[in-house]
Nanobody, 124 residues
Framework: QVQLVESGGGLVQAGGSLRLSCAASGRTFSNYAMAWFRQAPGKEREFVAGIVWNGDTNVYADSVKGRFTISRDNANNTVYLQMNSLKPEDTAVYYC?????????????????WGQGTQVTVSS
């Protein structure tokens, strides 16, 4: 089992920045590919960014490329999402997720473990 706890969400004005953190506990963190998803009210959960076990490869949704950066610290069992130039359409609950193996996949049902989510609200 892997337990994931997100933090760092909040209310920010458009153009501002936030950094989300996801602390993992349980099994060996470096065995897992990690990802951030988000879900806005009335919408499906969507892939935002993913990172492989050693941090060498990152994947981003087109909507966040150039604005968001995913990173991980395996020594401290933490994955981060730095969000810059935030837009009102980035408003959502952001979830951290983990899956065993090396592949980064955009489908939520491919991830075994989820955090409880953290709310990000961007005002215009």
């Amino acid at each position: 089992q892997v337990q994931l706890v997100e933090s760092g969400g909040g209310l920010v004005q458009a153009g501002g920045s936030l950094r989300l953190s996801c602390a993992a506990s349980g099994r060996t963190f470096s065995n897992y590919a990690m990802a951030w998803f988000r879900q806005a009210p009335g919408k499906e959960r969507e892939f935002v960014a993913g990172i492989v076990w050693n941090g060498d490869t990152n994947v981003y949704a087109d909507s966040v490329k150039g604005r968001f950066t995913i990173s991980r610290d395996n020594a401290n069992n933490t994955v981060y999402l730095q969000m810059n130039s935030l837009k009102p359409e980035d408003t959502a609950v952001y979830y951290c997720a983990a899956r065993g193996g090396v592949l980064l996949l955009p489908q939520p049902n491919k991830y075994n473990y989820w955090g409880q989510g953290t709310q990000v609200t961007v005002s215009s």
